[in-house]
């Protein structure tokens, strides 16, 4: 949200607002400032859409192409069901973006072997995935879906797999000449391309937590993935299909377990395939009371842990939602005005707006950090010569050091009567 008001003033990603956000979630962020503005109803409300919207789209795919031996929307039920697990599925992340464009993408590979070699459609599925990582990043590692699907339907492997990789660098490509021609390709490079890449996993959640929360969507998946074991002989599409829900459940697990944040909404990844083999467990031979059966439970259960709060039974449940939700907004002299935050401490931004680069305080330190070095000393003078915050939280004790080394800049700062808080005075 923080983004996309600061997009929507004017300034540029990179260049004049230092986050890793991808660039068309950027984009995306920008668009809601501008309709709804501070609007949590708004965000809520399109990541709602965008979870329906991907169930219909993932269902209406497998009958499109035949996926069973019969239509069936049982996936797309599971899908929203298991979807509504926890409001984290809620949430309009860069993560939900890029799943609805990987989804988009899967046409594109598996139909090959039906409909012949085209390369427009090889060159769309790419360019879908390259979208997918223009929203999370990391979601460029489904391109290993691109590849298996190529290597099960695609007449010629090698040069069907460059097409599709050409696909997924265009946009890219389109996008690294804006920013080049911008003189922003290096924070580009630096932001968005090379940081995902940290490998320093870490739980949002406490990982105790996390199991609890998906212990319900694990147990679907495992008798789902048993059932499957147990089909009798198919069609070869179906097969090779199911080949590539595989790899896809593959690659979905290692996108989470890479992450620098692991929690509930990371598993987001899991919802497609988790649809696809619950139709073979859903849809079987067994009795099917038994089968309504354990399908209810699950839809109790999902509305148990949902609704545990409005229910009351969350203590006993010993689930811990406060590294999620921010705590009430700090006290300031005045609100409404402009903050700058040298922490990590968001809050003050809930009544107040950011100015300056410097919202994510992990990437602000490429300067703060270094203020024994002139070059980091000369871009943070820059970055506050075109606007100055009306008020300085310094949660790390730096202003000191800053009002020494940038008098023009922070000299003109004094402290308030809330410790840690200062004030412009010119």
């Given at each position: 949200m923080l983004v996309g008001e600061r997009l929507a003033e004017g300034f540029a990603m990179y260049?004049?607002?230092?986050?890793n956000t991808a660039p068309l979630s950027a984009f995306v962020f920008w668009v809601l400032d501008?309709?709804?503005?501070?609007?949590?109803?708004?965000?809520?409300?399109a990541a709602l859409a965008l979870l329906l919207l991907q169930a219909l789209l993932l269902n209406a795919i497998f009958n499109r192409h035949n996926v069973y031996a019969s239509k069936s929307y049982i996936p797309a039920l599971v899908y929203l069901v298991i979807g509504s697990l926890s409001f984290e599925?809620?949430?309009?992340?860069?993560?939900?973006?890029?799943?609805?464009?990987?989804?988009?993408?899967?046409?594109?590979?598996?139909?090959?072997s039906k409909e012949g070699f085209d390369n427009n459609r090889l060159f769309v599925g790419g360019f879908m995935l390259g979208l997918a990582a223009m929203c999370f990043l990391p979601l460029a590692l489904f391109l290993l879906i691109g590849a298996f699907g190529v290597f099960f339907f695609a007449s010629n492997t090698f040069r069907s797999f460059?097409?599709?990789?050409?696909?997924?660098?265009?946009?890219?490509?389109?996008?690294?000449?804006?920013?080049?021609?911008?003189?922003?390709?290096q924070e580009f490079i630096e932001l968005h391309l090379l940081r995902p890449w940290q490998l320093q996993v870490d739980f949002l959640r406490p990982p105790a937590d996390v199991a609890k929360l998906m212990a319900i969507p694990a147990l679907v998946l495992l008798i789902s993935l048993l059932s499957t074991a147990s089909l009798p002989q198919r069609l070869v599409f179906q097969v090779k299909f199911q080949q590539v829900m595989w790899v896809w459940l593959f690659v979905s697990f290692l996108v989470i377990f890479t992450r620098d944040e692991i929690t509930v909404?990371?598993?987001?990844?899991v919802l497609p395939p988790l649809a696809y083999f619950s139709e073979f467990f859903f849809n079987s031979n067994r009795k099917?009371?038994?089968?309504?059966?354990?399908?209810?439970?699950?839809?109790g259960g999902v509305l148990v842990l949902r609704y545990r709060l409005v229910l009351g039974i969350n203590p006993y449940l010993s689930l811990e939602e406060s590294p999620l939700l921010l705590p009430e907004a700090p006290e300031m002299p005045v609100e409404q005005t402009t903050v700058l935050v040298l922490g990590k401490d968001t809050r003050y931004y809930?009544?107040?707006?950011?100015?300056?680069?410097?919202?994510?305080?992990?990437?602000?330190?490429?300067?703060?950090?270094?203020?024994?070095?002139?070059?980091?000393?000369?871009?943070?003078?820059q970055n506050f010569s075109g606007e100055r915050p009306a008020f300085i939280v310094d949660e790390v004790g730096l202003m000191p050091e800053l009002s020494y080394k940038i008098p023009a800049v922070f000299g003109d700062y004094t402290p308030t009567d809330v410790q840690g808080v200062y004030q412009l005075t010119d």
């Open positions: 260049r004049d607002v230092y986050d501008v309709v709804a503005g501070r609007s949590f109803l708004v965000y809520r409300l599925f809620n949430m309009l992340t860069p993560l939900l973006l890029g799943n609805t464009f990987v989804l988009l993408s899967l046409p594109y590979v598996v139909t090959l460059l097409l599709m990789l050409c696909g997924f660098i265009f946009p890219y490509a389109v996008l690294m000449t804006y920013y080049f021609y911008t003189n922003t390709g909404a990371t598993f987001v990844l099917k009371w038994l089968l309504n059966l354990v399908f209810f439970i699950v839809l809930i009544q107040n707006r950011p100015v300056t680069p410097y919202i994510n305080w992990e990437l602000a330190q490429r300067h703060f950090k270094r203020l024994n070095e002139y070059d980091a000393v000369f871009r943070i003078s």
